[in-house]
């Protein structure tokens, strides 16, 4: 029961295959290093008689993070009269859909959640009823981002456009110099932008960053649309039926922004700090000097693996290094995995890369967007 022989790999566990316009990144194939995790992995899972998946703590915990974002919607919309108590249900709201992407969608869709697909499909559908759109979501995460993280022009999670500069391989503005100050209010702007700009000109163009991908036909059109039709429902139609437009805009854009920085300051954590890596692929041929495994390694950066409380409340992504080695796996089991992908990273020398807390990992993100603001010359 608990094999790991019959869970897909980690890249054909993410579902779908990229494809990309440009020559796709090639890692060395050579990969002894993750032959050996998986060996010992699959040995917990043996040993332990857990299953991979299927955890009974993710059905409570999905119940009561699910149950959260009902009753304070419900609370806020129908029943807080007056301001003092609309806003911190408004917060708990904003609070609450960042949990549930954490917690019950990003397992979901990847297949982590359950051995049952149709529990994955489910879990992952839960995007669709905040504003996004899972099928978008499998390619732009599961497929470019988790096979070619901080792989610049590959991996859409480090473009941000103009706005920003989180690769040393983009290009620097004048603007970027001051992004440590400013990029954090924008981050909230995320799932707005999400909402009313990105999955429709991804839907229109046929491409997520520089990769192409296929645009959903069928079912899967219809609970894209299906999708947004409820959540713009209830996002401003229910709501505007008890209250002015104005108050509706307004109490959106503020759960928007705290979902959207919350969201946004978690995943930055795992990728765009000091001790992450940013390779690059060795020539037009597109080879890459690690493998796949070793690359995940090298670009992830766990942090406060010790923190019990923050790691149920971010489903887990306290220990992306894991996550990005097995993300077919439950992430109620990282925290276990944790000292077994230490001790083989050791092994094999690599660095097995943390920040010890929540907060030296959001001064060591700081510190890498002053960084990456600055002139080459400052740095030095
Ligand atoms: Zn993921």
Same mark, same amino acid.
């Given at each position: 029961m608990s094999s790991l022989s019959s869970v897909p790999s980690a890249i054909s566990g993410n579902l779908v295959t990229p494809s990309p316009v440009c020559n796709p990144p090639k890692f060395e194939s050579n990969d002894g290093f993750r032959n050996a995790l998986r060996q010992r992995v699959e040995e917990y899972f043996d040993r332990t008689g857990l299953n991979p998946r299927d955890c009974p703590q993710m059905y409570l915990k999905s119940t009561l993070i699910f149950g959260c974002f009902v009753a304070s919607y419900v609370l806020l919309v129908f029943f807080a009269p007056v301001w003092w108590l609309a806003l911190p249900l408004m917060v708990l709201l904003g609070l609450s859909l960042a949990g549930v992407g954490f917690n019950i969608q990003h397992d979901g869709g990847h297949g982590a959640y359950s051995d049952r697909r149709w529990i994955n499909r489910l879990s992952a559908m839960t995007l669709d009823l905040l504003g996004g759109s899972s099928y978008i979501w499998a390619r732009k995460h599961n497929a470019f981002h988790h096979t070619y993280p901080n792989i610049t022009g590959h991996d859409d999670d480090i473009d941000v456009g103009i706005l920003g500069r989180l690769s040393p391989h983009q290009k620097r503005l004048r603007l970027h110099r001051l992004q440590h100050v400013y990029m954090w209010l924008l981050y909230g702007f995320l799932?707005?932008? !999400?909402?009313?700009?990105?999955?429709?000109?991804?839907?229109?163009?046929?491409?997520?960053?520089?990769?192409?991908?296929?645009?959903?036909?069928? !079912?899967?059109?219809?609970?894209?649309?299906?999708?947004?039709?409820?959540?713009f429902t209830l996002a401003f139609g229910v709501p505007m039926l008890v209250h002015p437009w104005s108050t509706v805009v307004l109490f959106y854009v503020l759960a928007m922004l705290i979902q959207g920085v919350v969201l946004s300051v978690v995943f930055q954590l795992a990728h765009c700090v000091e001790e992450a890596e940013f390779p690059m692929p060795r020539d037009e041929s597109g080879r890459m000097l690690s493998s796949w495994a070793a690359h995940q390694v090298q670009t992830t950066v766990d942090f406060a693996p010790r923190n019990r409380v923050l790691s149920w409340l971010l489903g887990g992504l306290n220990f992306q290094t894991e996550h990005h080695l097995f993300p077919h796996i439950c992430h109620a089991h990282y925290p276990a995995l944790a000292p077994i992908v230490a001790q083989t990273c050791e092994e094999f020398g690599l660095t097995y890369r943390v920040n010890p807390s929540f907060l030296a990992g959001v001064a060591s993100h700081f510190r890498w967007l002053r960084r990456m603001g600055m002139k080459p010359a400052e740095t030095t």
């Open positions: 799932p707005i932008k !999400w909402h009313f700009v990105d999955d429709f000109r991804s839907l229109i163009t046929g491409r997520i960053g520089e990769h192409r991908f296929a645009r959903p036909k069928g !079912w899967d059109l219809l609970i894209l649309f299906g999708g947004k039709a409820v959540f």
